[in-house]
């Protein structure tokens, strides 16, 4: 599901929604490459320091650890957009097409429901960590940073699912 089959035959505005949001999904693979690079400099910078000069980058583990939490979270934006995250559709590939239309709809609501949900639970949970100045045990990373990485990603994914609803349902 790559978005393009169902588009043309909606309403302008619509269309118009999903063409942008299709040009946005850019920016995350982006993201995810821009911060997998950094994470691989960061790396070989600690492996340089450690085995080189005896004396490694003591924060580098704590912060690769944060970089790949916000590569999972961006990275399930696009994958959710197209609709490729992992299906058990062993019994829905059984179904008629009504049939599976109906269970695409069920899914795809509770889909945005728990997205809504997490969005909610997560703000309160960043705001907390704003309010109270929390940082990482040895990088001293505002906890805000890492946190705000399942709150941003869930509010993609929420978003970008929602625009495509009718095509999350369809299959198309």
């Known amino acids: 599901m790559n978005g ?47 085995y080189v000069f005896f004396s490694p980058i003591i924060w580098a583990e704590e912060a690769m650890i944060f970089i790949m939490i916000w590569c999972v979270f961006i990275g399930a934006v696009p994958v959710s957009w197209d609709g490729r995250h992992l299906r058990m559709d062993l019994l829905s590939s059984t179904l008629g097409a009504r049939w599976q239309r109906a269970l695409n709809f069920c899914a795809t609501a509770v889909f945005l429901i ?9 703000w309160g949970a960043v705001s907390l960590f704003a309010r109270l100045g929390q940082e990482s045990t040895v990088a001293g990373i505002p906890m805000v940073i890492p946190h705000s990485a399942l709150l941003i990603g869930f509010a993609c994914m929420l978003v970008g699912v929602a625009v495509r609803f009718r095509a999350h349902v369809t299959g198309a």
């Open 4 to 50: 393009a089959a169902g588009d043309n035959d909606k309403d302008g505005g619509e269309a118009g929604v999903v063409r942008w949001v299709r040009r946005a999904m850019t920016v995350p693979r982006a993201i995810i490459g821009t911060l997998i690079l950094l994470s691989i400099a960061l790396n070989f910078a600690n492996v340089i320091g450690r």
């Open 114 to 122: 728990i997205c809504g949900f997490i969005v909610v639970q997560s």
